[in-house]
């Protein structure tokens, strides 16, 4: 019999793998990459946050049991990452937080208490608080703007603007296509962080509509500290594969901040923002997958 497993806390986490060409299985209880040769690759599952899975991979059953116990996120990729077409939600998600956010959304006063700490953390400083949704958004437009001709000018790179074809790839120019590449990776990350502590991906505050608005929402928390400056480098050197160098980079920027560290305090403080009281959970309750005898510090069974 293996020992009982034992959940690691998501801020001591690595960030993200990714993963190309195939399968992913259990074997002699290791998780493992097994390629068409049969040659086996060792995943340390249990002490990852999110795996991306690119095109070329297949699953087992197995494998998908085993992440789920362990926590860590299974999200399916395009090529490279530009494009994420489902996520595996690791087990622990916990319906008194979902109904908590649930609950800030539809009330719209609570609503715009919450946007307006996101752009405070933006803005780094208070906003007007007489301004709606709609015109913080204007004003975090033209911030947004400012924000990549800066960071542009300091790599030496003219910007002329955010525009790409998700259809076709190569249209996009290169500092584009560095830029969602990097924001790809950052979105991985926070939705294995919401996930974890037991919120929906599709609530958001300032995003809505979209599977992943909520992700978007607590995404750009950290943006501009960490993935933007990242892609703007890589776009910088010209490389012959600039997606895998905003992968790297963005996977030792990841480390550098401990932004995993950051992500769940971040979506607590910016809920709280909204006044409403956090539900208690109630007596019956679906206990954890992996149960833990000690709180780990964070909300979520994985810590």
Request: charged share 20%.
């Given at each position: 019999m293996l020992p009982p497993l034992k959940p690691i806390t998501i801020k001591e986490r690595m960030s993200m793998l990714f993963l190309e060409r195939g399968e992913l299985d259990v074997l002699d209880g290791a998780f493992v990459l097994v390629d068409k040769n049969g040659v086996r690759t060792q995943i340390p599952i249990g002490s990852v946050a999110c795996l991306m899975l690119e095109p070329g991979t297949r699953v087992s059953h197995a494998a998908v049991v085993l992440a789920a116990r362990v926590g860590c996120l299974l999200i399916w990729v395009g090529e490279a990452g530009v494009r994420l077409y489902a996520a595996g939600q690791p087990g622990g998600a916990r319906s008194d937080r979902l109904l908590y956010q649930a609950k800030l959304a539809l009330d719209p006063e609570a609503r715009l208490k919450v946007v307006q700490k996101m752009y405070e953390i933006r803005f780094q400083g208070p906003v007007p608080s007489h301004y709606s949704i709609e015109q913080l958004r204007g004003m975090e437009g033209a911030r947004v703007r400012e924000m990549?001709?800066?960071?542009?000018?300091?790599?030496?790179?003219?910007?002329?603007?955010?525009?790409?074809?998700?259809?076709?790839?190569?249209?996009?120019?290169?500092s584009n296509r560095c830029l969602s590449s990097a924001t790809a990776c950052l979105y991985g990350i926070c939705e294995a962080a919401i996930l974890a502590a037991g919120y929906a991906p599709a609530i958001g505050f300032i995003h809505s509509g979209k599977p992943q608005s909520f992700v978007y929402d607590i995404a750009d928390l950290f943006k501009f500290e960490t993935v933007v400056p990242v892609a703007f480098r890589v776009a910088a050197k010209n490389p012959t594969d600039p997606e895998r160098m905003v992968r790297l980079g963005c996977r030792d920027m990841f480390r550098e901040t401990r932004i995993l560290r950051k992500i769940i305090p971040a979506i607590e403080t910016v809920l709280a923002a909204g006044g409403l009281p956090v539900p208690q959970a109630p007596a019956d309750t679906l206990k954890p997958a992996i149960p833990v005898e000690k709180g780990l510090g964070d909300a979520g069974h994985r810590g």
């Amino acid at each position: 019999m293996l020992p009982p497993l034992k959940p690691i806390t998501i801020k001591e986490r690595m960030s993200m793998l990714f993963l190309e060409r195939g399968e992913l299985d259990v074997l002699d209880g290791a998780f493992v990459l097994v390629d068409k040769n049969g040659v086996r690759t060792q995943i340390p599952i249990g002490s990852v946050a999110c795996l991306m899975l690119e095109p070329g991979t297949r699953v087992s059953h197995a494998a998908v049991v085993l992440a789920a116990r362990v926590g860590c996120l299974l999200i399916w990729v395009g090529e490279a990452g530009v494009r994420l077409y489902a996520a595996g939600q690791p087990g622990g998600a916990r319906s008194d937080r979902l109904l908590y956010q649930a609950k800030l959304a539809l009330d719209p006063e609570a609503r715009l208490k919450v946007v307006q700490k996101m752009y405070e953390i933006r803005f780094q400083g208070p906003v007007p608080s007489h301004y709606s949704i709609e015109q913080l958004r204007g004003m975090e437009g033209a911030r947004v703007r400012e924000m990549y001709v800066q960071i542009g000018n300091q790599n030496g790179i003219t910007w002329k603007g955010r525009g790409y074809d998700h259809t076709e790839w190569e249209s996009g120019d290169l500092s584009n296509r560095c830029l969602s590449s990097a924001t790809a990776c950052l979105y991985g990350i926070c939705e294995a962080a919401i996930l974890a502590a037991g919120y929906a991906p599709a609530i958001g505050f300032i995003h809505s509509g979209k599977p992943q608005s909520f992700v978007y929402d607590i995404a750009d928390l950290f943006k501009f500290e960490t993935v933007v400056p990242v892609a703007f480098r890589v776009a910088a050197k010209n490389p012959t594969d600039p997606e895998r160098m905003v992968r790297l980079g963005c996977r030792d920027m990841f480390r550098e901040t401990r932004i995993l560290r950051k992500i769940i305090p971040a979506i607590e403080t910016v809920l709280a923002a909204g006044g409403l009281p956090v539900p208690q959970a109630p007596a019956d309750t679906l206990k954890p997958a992996i149960p833990v005898e000690k709180g780990l510090g964070d909300a979520g069974h994985r810590g």
